[in-house]
């Protein structure tokens, strides 16, 4: 018994392409801009965080179908402070004119030289440092941090994506007992 190759049922099928935006695509995402608004997908205070004029550092990205934006979005890059090494045995005075002097080095390091407008970091509410923080510029911000992790990401997609090319290939070629 031989296998004969069926040739692929021919549909056109539209991709779903990425890039950067460019000027043309402005209007296409004020519309979606202020549709994701409405639907209540974007709250307000974000949306000027999306601005250069704000956010020196902020690239948009576009996903597109048939030369339509599907979706859009805006990221720019921040300073992340990932914890704070304090030595036990100074003082608390110096400790303080030590941690507001690299708050001041880190603002206008990042300011001035790489255009970013603001530093995070992770704390508990209930740590002395949140209240030192909050007492010298920090707010709290009242929402969730939502984490990706890119490598990981990046390598879970390549497995999916070889998955999916693997069976797009097996779907297009069929075969007949």
């Known amino acids: 018994m ?3 190759p069926v040739a692929p049922i021919q549909e056109v099928k539209s991709e779903i392409t990425f890039r ?3 000027e ?6 004020a519309k979606i801009v202020a549709e994701s608004v409405a639907l209540g997908l974007i709250d ?3 949306i000027a965080r999306g601005k250069r004029a704000v956010e020196p ?3 948009w990205a576009v996903a597109e179908k048939d030369g339509v934006v599907i979706c859009a979005a805006p990221i720019h890059i921040v300073g992340f402070l990932p914890h704070l090494a304090i030595n036990g045995e100074s003082s608390v005075d110096d400790r303080k004119r030590g941690l507001i002097g ?4 880190f603002s206008v390091l990042l300011n001035d030289f790489y255009k970013v407008k ?3 970091t992770l704390c508990k509410s209930q740590y002395k440092i949140a209240e030192f923080a909050v007492a010298n510029g920090w707010r709290k911000e009242s929402r969730e941090l939502f984490v990706l992790d890119i490598p990981k990401y990046l390598e879970i997609a390549k497995e ?3 998955c999916v090319s693997t069976e797009q290939r097996d779907s297009q070629q069929g075969t007949v007992n």
């Open 160 to 162: 999916e994506i070889q």
């Open 102 to 105: 690299l708050q001041d080095f």
């Open 2 to 4: 031989s296998t004969t």
């Open 44 to 46: 307000t205070k974000d």
């Open 118 to 120: 603001s530093i995070l």
């Open 24 to 29: 043309r695509d402005s209007e296409a995402i």
């Open 57 to 59: 550092s902020v690239l």
């Open 20 to 22: 950067l935006c460019e």
